[in-house]
């Protein structure tokens, strides 16, 4: 006789079957769909039970069994508070915080669901043409606010953590041409002379706008060559090392200074740095391409990755490759090699000895010698999909 099949319990799932592993799933007094993993079958029926209890006395009994409602400006408030004590991003995140104060401060927290935030963002993306790198920076902020005010027991789940991650454009990356650096130099001379060291520092060492500005003149070394970023991006010291070029604007700089406290009298480039770019004609173009100009001519003059990213502070070699497709003549100039064999064996009349004279083998030895570099740098342009 076949086996009776086990009867269905309401609320509880196997999501494994056979792992014995039970969850249990229901709408708590907000009406908000709770989810707990608990284990056995019989542990799992017995939570349901009880938590259906809570709903219910929750609903009889509200003065003694409902929290008051937290309204995500709260959460927004708290966020900004710890964005303030521990990030770097702190300006950038009273940024982006207001549009989503705007639009769900006066909302209950525990109520706001991931289709709330989804739609919101597509909105965004749609009415302000908001990039996939914009509304990624705002899911993460979003995932912030939540996750801290769980960890304080405000809130009892994160619905930014079911936002799905837009696919960034990873596009060729914009730097800056001699002839547009030309342009822009006689722009700078003419309008705003004072500002050039500002221009010569940020392309001769491609330290982030944030790093430049708040540098302050017991950073820079001149008997060492080295300029100290004490605080990079990832929270950690780094030494950049500054040529003949960068040592000379420096210098002109602190004729006008007393040899302490800020390098820069500005807070940041952009009041005169944008008017600038606008004059020289040049499109498509921010203060932070200097470090990606930085970088790509530092690829060009045949500067290995490893190199490039040191200098750069990366933390993985990831993020540095991305500047290889700057430089796409000197990998070509690479893979070329590979034909070079070929070539000389096709002009040689062949050989009437099976023996090899030791020129020969050096020069072969030579030439193999470029392989591995040759399919590294092929490797790197198929990585980058060129």
């Not at 990755?305 to 991305?322: A, D, F, N, P, S």
Request: charge should be positive; charged fraction near 30%.
């Amino acid at each position: 006789m076949a086996k009776r099949e086990e009867k269905k319990v309401r609320g509880i799932y196997e999501k494994e079957p056979g792992s014995d592993i039970w969850s249990i799933r229901y709408a708590d007094g907000t009406g908000s769909i709770r989810r707990e993993k608990v284990g056995p079958k019989s542990a799992a029926i017995q939570l349901y039970r009880k938590r259906k209890t809570e709903v219910l006395q929750g609903a009889k009994l509200p003065e003694n069994f409902r929290k008051k409602a937290v309204t995500f400006g709260v959460l927004a408030d708290d966020a900004l508070e710890y964005s303030k004590a521990h990030k770097r991003s702190y300006r950038m995140d009273q940024y982006r915080m207001k549009p989503l104060r705007d639009q769900f401060g006066a909302r209950e927290a525990d109520k706001i669901t991931p289709q709330d935030l989804e739609r919101w963002l597509a909105d965004c993306a749609d009415e302000n043409n908001w990039k996939p790198a914009t509304i990624n920076r705002s899911k993460a902020l979003l995932s912030l606010v939540f996750r801290l005010e769980m960890e304080n027991g405000k809130v009892g789940r994160n619905p930014a953590r079911l936002v799905k991650r837009r696919l960034e454009n990873n596009a060729p990356i914009r730097f800056l041409s001699h002839e547009e650096e030309s342009r822009l130099r006689e722009v700078i001379e003419r309008d705003c002379p004072e500002r050039l060291s500002e221009l010569e520092i940020a392309l001769n060492t491609g330290i982030r706008c944030g790093e430049q500005y708040g540098l302050t003149w017991e950073f820079v070394n001149f008997s060492t060559k080295v300029l100290t970023v004490a605080l990079s991006k990832n929270g950690e010291t780094r030494h950049v090392p500054m040529n003949t070029v960068t040592i000379a604007a420096f210098k002109r700089l602190g004729k006008n200074s007393e040899g302490h406290g800020s390098v820069f009298a500005n807070q940041g480039p952009r009041h005169w740095f944008e008017a600038a770019i606008e004059a020289a004609n040049i499109e498509d173009f921010t203060w932070h391409c200097l470090r990606h100009t930085f970088a790509s001519r530092l690829v060009m003059k045949g500067v290995d990755i490893r190199t490039v990213q040191e200098l750069m502070g990366h933390k993985t070699i990831q993020m540095t490759v991305r500047y290889a497709h700057l430089a796409p003549q000197h990998t070509l100039a690479a893979v070329e090699r590979l034909c070079e064999p070929v070539k000389a064996e096709a002009t040689q009349e062949a050989p009437t000895s099976t023996r090899t004279s030791t020129s020969d083998s050096e020069s072969v030895l030579e030439q193999l010698s470029a392989v591995p570099q040759a399919i590294a740098a092929q490797s790197v342009t198929s990585e980058l999909g060129l």
